[in-house]
Each structure stands twice: as C-alpha cells, then as structure tokens.
C-alpha cells in the first residue's frame, strides 16, 4: 500500500513539471504557493514497562533520519498553511529488563506522517527584499499517523515471538495526532528561503496489535499493555522555494 502511494507520487511530480502539467504550476503561481523540502532527525519518546510471564521488559524507539515534503498557502501577512508529508525509520526496541547485559531486539519500523498545520510568523510573509534576520514562527495542526513495522519485524515477530511468547502477530497502528512547533525562516533571495523547524507530533502510544500470541497459555500471557502518549520530536531544516508572483 505504501509502496504504491509513494510510486504514485513519483508519477504525479512527472506530470506536474512535464509541459501538461503547465495549468497545474500556473494555479499555484496564482495561489503564491510554496514548496519545501526539509531533512533531519527524529526521537520518538515513549517508553513502556510492562510485564510478560511474570517477567519485566522495556520498550523504546531509536532515534533515527526524518525527511518532509510539503506545499505553504499565504493567508495574509503573517499567517500560512502547510500541509506536508513527513517519513523515515524510528526501530523499536525490546528489552528483558530481568537479563543482564540489557540487549535489546529490534524491530524495524517505519513512521510516516501526513499534517496540515497553521503556522504564524513573526514577519511579513510575502517580504519582497531580502533580509539579514531570520524570522521566527509558531505552528500548531493535525495530522495522520501511521507506525508501520517492515515485513522483517512482521517475520521475526510470528517466527520468534515477542517477550515471552513464541509467536505472535505484528501489524501497524495508525492514529490520529496533532503537531505543534517553533522555527525560523531567513531569506535568501525572493525564490528561495532556509529553513530551522522542530515540532512535535503527538499520539497516543501505538501498540503495533500485539496483544497475545496466537496460541495463548492464559489471557495475560504475551499482552503489550500500552498506555500513554507518544511524543515524535522531529528537528529538521531544508528550503522553501516560493513559486507565486511578487
């Protein structure tokens, strides 16, 4: 499913810069739109204890690269609207907290993020001259989000378990959130902005549907109680490339 969305946004870039695409670049040249594209890393925290036959473990996400692609709509001076898509690795880790050395086993996932947020500027946001500052800005929004663990993680979680168990099913969650941050924008020239963002995208705690294994001993046997709020900071900068008329 993911494979064939992104490959579906290889085809419809194609379109868009190809010469058909000529209406397209027109309408957001007359909506003054803005592209960017930004690159960076990511610390998922939200770390669980929870107990499996009787024995302790300890759930985390590695921090890892982030990358965003996004389109920013003008709505006056100081207020615009982004949406953007935003993806990359954060690898869960699970540890037998009852075992020393803690070595963890990790189960490769992926994040991927679509948002729409409002973001407030401190500063014109159709400036026509270049500035020596940077202009700071706030950004609140909602978003989708989905955990997605890779077909390895699935298969080594129904061939080798997890914590306890022998076997169980692996799936992704997804989850709606919101997202909230701070940034900083300098101009480079009329075209072309640098970007500093951070902001954190905020869930509840994804479970990933492990709940038991496939063949339960007893009901409490193999169960990934999680509760609580996952906090995705995402730290990031890049360009923005205005496309609209000055």
Known sequence: MMKKTVQALFVLTALFWSTGGAQARDLLQNLGADVFALAGGSTIVDAQYFYSAQRLYHTRFEPDYKYTLGVSVPW????SFETAFTAGPNNLV????DIFPHVGV??????????????????SVRAPKVHLHFRPYAE????YDRFSPTSAAISYAYNYGWAST??????HNDKFGMNVG???????????T???????????????GIQRAVTPVSL??????????ANNMVYEAGFIYHLGKF
């Open 76 to 79: 006056g001076k100081m207020l």
């Open 94 to 97: 699970l540890t037998n907290v």
């Open 106 to 123: 990790v189960y490769p996932v992926n994040d991927y993020v679509g948002s729409l947020a409002a973001v407030v500027h401190g500063g």
């Open 140 to 143: 609140a929004g909602i978003e």
């Open 166 to 171: 022998s076997t169980t099913n692996m799936t």
């Open 182 to 192: 701070v940034g900083l924008d300098h101009r480079l020239s009329k075209r072309l």
């Open 194 to 208: 640098f970007r500093v963002d951070m902001r954190d995208h905020i869930t509840s705690s994804p479970a990933f």
């Open 220 to 229: 409490n046997y193999g169960i990934y109680p999680v509760k609580g709020r």
